[in-house]
């Protein structure tokens, strides 16, 4: 890794200190224990986040506006005295225990790519922070094109399609009123910004975020978003787009003109060329899933040394090792396509497929999440969305927020 996370003693002002348990018999609300401790460090305090601690727990400042606030958000809390609190951070940084504490000193500002006009699905990031509690601005093409990414420390790619193909939606919704005026709107948002064609400024959009993540940016993506970026990198310059989507035919030979070194995640994919299917490339698991019944499709999730790799110990953190698969456009990768250089987080042995990746781009990092909706398997077009509340255990929605609170987290370079 190009930088760790250190521990550093706890020298509490306070006589007592509040952890809030994250194991699956303490925590009544995992998701909401995540806004507090976000609400924590928004009042310029710092916060430990326990790895591997009790499901991955945090200790915070005590004081009576932080136990209220847990009271009001229905988030389980524990009192411990400033001793209780040392002696935990002394077994925890003992080398036979694979823990680690790491400090969280600033609430990123967190920004949500999606567009303004209303979709036919609903969003997992955003619906579980506003679950949480945890604000985030939404931003769109006009706003990174025109460099603002460079306000936010953390960006989530929504449900999108960033080759200029509508989501391959045109085999089943060519017909439908949402599909119509979507593409109009694109067509036209990509005209006042100054491109001919929807495909070409998406294009140039992806720079802009590739740039981003370079220069230091976390981002976060989940299904479709996540294959259709890397594809629209390694697609730079090439009309890979049939004339129903930009009106006129796609260039010859294109598969062979992609450039996957351009690419963040993914290697040696195949485009699919059939604008009737449903499916962007052979990156893309969902139609390999025959083997995978519904009562068996779980993911494991992979373990780290949390003194010596922080990084993917933090973004695994759970009160469980086993998460219940779903599905989405893009439901999960195909690991021979995954690069070498990223980390399979989590995956379906059963399948032998990827759910969930992560690697450096540059100075900063990107994490793909394949599914669309952690706690509705097979979400399609037009489902009401999930109601957050009954699920507010969900291992799936945690693995989220880990991305969430990442950037958070206070670094120091690598002494080796």
């Known amino acids: 890794m190009s930088c760790l996370f250190f521990l550093v003693s706890w020298c509490a002002l306070n006589a007592s200190v509040i952890l809030i348990p994250m194991d699956a018999e303490s925590q009544d609300n995992h998701l909401k224990a995540y806004g507090i401790t976000y609400w924590v460090l928004t009042k310029q305090q710092k916060v430990q986040w326990l790895l591997n601690y009790r499901g991955g727990s945090f200790l915070l400042p005590d004081g009576d506006p932080i136990r209220k606030e847990c009271q009001i958000r229905g988030v389980s809390f524990e009192v411990l005295s400033d001793s209780e609190a040392n002696q935990i951070l002394d077994e925890i940084s003992s080398p036979s225990q694979n823990q680690d504490a790491v ?136 009309d890979i787009c049939e004339p129903m989507f930009d009106g006129d035919a796609s260039e010859a030979n294109y598969q062979s003109k992609l450039d996957y070194s351009r690419t963040f995640a993914f290697k040696n994919f195949r485009l699919e060329r059939n604008p009737l299917k449903y499916e962007f490339s052979s990156i893309d698991m969902t139609g390999k899933r025959r083997n995978v019944p519904r009562e068996s499709d779980y993911f494991s999730l992979m373990e780290f040394s949390a003194k010596w790799d922080p990084v993917p110990t933090m973004l695994t953190q759970n009160h469980t090792t086993l998460v219940k698969g779903f599905m989405g456009q893009t439901t999960a990768f195909e690991r021979a396509e995954v690069k070498p250089t990223v980390m399979v987080l989590g995956e379906c042995k059963l399948n032998g497929e990827a759910r969930y990746i992560h690697g450096i781009k540059g100075k900063g990092f990107f994490t793909f999440y394949g599914g669309h909706d952690p706690e509705d398997y097979q979400h399609r077009v037009g489902d009401p969305k999930t109601e957050l509340e009954l699920h507010p255990t969900s291992p799936g929605y945690r693995l989220i927020l880990n991305n969430v609170l990442f950037p958070a987290a206070r670094k120091k370079k690598q002494k080796t």
């Not at 303004?116 to 699905?121: C, M, S, Y």
């Not at 945890?134 to 006009?142: A, K, L, N, S």
């Not at 790619?157 to 109009?184: C, N, S, V």
Request: charge should be negative; proline fraction near 4%.
């Open 103 to 238: 400090i969280l000193e600033k609430a990123p500002k967190i920004a949500v790519y999606s567009p303004k006009d209303n979709q036919p699905w609903d969003d997992a990031v955003t619906m579980v922070l506003t679950y949480a509690e945890i604000p985030y601005v939404t931003i769109y093409d006009e706003e990174v094109l025109d460099d603002k990414l460079a306000l936010y420390d953390w960006l989530h790619l929504h449900h999108e399609d960033f080759t200029g193909q509508y989501g391959k939606f045109y085999g089943a919704y060519r017909a439908a009123p949402w599909y119509i005026e979507g593409k109009r709107l694109a067509e036209e948002r990509a005209s006042k910004l100054g491109y001919s064609k929807v495909s070409e400024q998406k294009a140039a959009v992806v720079e802009k975020i590739r740039r981003y993540v370079i220069g230091g940016g976390f981002m976060f993506a989940m299904c479709s978003a996540t294959d259709s970026f890397d594809i629209a990198l390694a697609a730079d310059g090439v």
